[in-house]
């Protein structure tokens, strides 16, 4: 399985942006997909995700303001960020999950300044 992030960039607090996705490979053994994030000095941490049958969580500190969506046909997830505040600045990274196997994209920054 093959993971590619974009959308990241630079947005001022209370802006939006939207995270892609984009799947490729043995995509119809992934079990769950989702967000996590990384600030510097900071351990990775779920931001959310959303599992086969479309069941979602988020991370208390996002729920409300972000929401986790996919498209089958595009093979792609999406991560549509509102509201957003410093803290949310980090280094996102799509993860998949196969069996007990975990995949994981490059990373795309987040940086939330004003």
């Known amino acids: 399985v093959q993971l590619v992030e974009s959308g990241g960039g630079l947005v001022q607090p209370g802006g939006s942006l939207r995270l892609s996705c984009a799947a490729s490979g043995s995509i119809r053994s992934i079990s769950a997909m989702g967000w996590y994030r990384q600030a510097p000095g900071k351990q990775r941490e779920l931001v959310a995700r959303?599992?086969?049958?479309?069941?979602?969580n988020y991370a208390d500190s996002v729920k409300g303001r972000f929401t986790i969506s996919r498209d089958n046909a595009k093979n792609t997830v999406y991560l549509q960020m509102n509201s957003l505040k410093v803290e949310d600045t980090a280094v996102y990274y799509c993860?998949?999950?196969?069996?007990?196997?975990?995949?994981w994209g490059q990373g795309t920054q987040v940086t939330v300044s004003s």
């Open positions: 993860n998949a999950l196969v069996l007990i196997f975990e995949y």
């Open positions: 959303i599992i086969s049958g479309d069941s979602t």
